[in-house]
């Protein structure tokens, strides 16, 4: 990022992206009705959906969405909520994740980083956190006649950790701001990016 070397990018998959629009305008229906969305409702612990699209759609851009200044470091950590829970008057990050197979117990390690940031900007943003986000995830079960795909939803609770995403963000500038690191054997991208800056 320092050097101004980006990785390369291969092909990437839309149909994920076109499920995360779905299932947004899927949720905001129930939401203008002030319900839940049968799949998950006696799932997510009395919680119900944050009741304001227009802004849920700002913060569902990166570029327009929440974000935090650190006035220690002087980064700023931004993110794009897919969607937003409350309970309590206390605020619970949601992200939709759509798979081609079984959550692996202990899978939904992978996300905590992602789900702390957001719980981060959200309590700097003066919406304190409840503690706790969920990872909604959709799996494909069947497909019948006229395309119609049966999915299964499974939620998963995830802990959140406000300081620990502090910790991270505060660490990732130190090390843009430090030394180039050693590139490792084992990295396809170290290797790339080192041949790329001695040409």
């Not at 950590?77 to 994740?97: R, V």
């Not at 992602?114 to 799996?139: R, S, T, V």
Request: some cysteine; aromatic content about 12%.
């Amino acid at each position: 990022m320092k050097m101004g070397v980006h990785r390369p990018m291969g092909p990437f998959p839309s149909l994920p992206s076109g499920m995360d629009g779905l299932i947004k305008t899927y949720f905001d229906k129930y939401r203008l009705l002030g319900k839940l969305p049968p799949e998950i409702e006696g799932v997510v612990e009395g919680a119900e959906l944050f009741p304001d699209v227009e802004v849920l759609n700002k913060w569902r851009n990166w570029r327009t969405g929440l974000a935090w200044n650190d006035p220690e470091s002087g980064a700023t950590l931004t993110g794009a909520l897919d969607d937003l829970m409350m309970k309590d008057g206390l605020y619970i990050p949601a992200d939709y994740k759509t798979r081609g197979y079984d959550v692996k117990p202990g899978g939904e390690h992978y996300y905590f980083n992602q789900m702390n940031c957001y719980a981060l900007m959200l309590k700097e943003n003066n919406m304190p956190d409840i503690g706790h986000a969920f990872l909604i995830y959709w799996i494909p079960r069947e497909i019948s006649e006229g395309g119609m795909t049966r999915f299964e939803i499974v939620v998963k609770k995830v802990t959140t950790d406000t300081e620990k995403a502090r910790r991270t963000v505060r660490a990732a500038v130190e090390l843009i701001e430090g030394p180039m690191p050693q590139s490792h054997s084992e990295c396809g991208f170290c290797s790339w990016g080192v041949d790329f800056l001695t040409d």
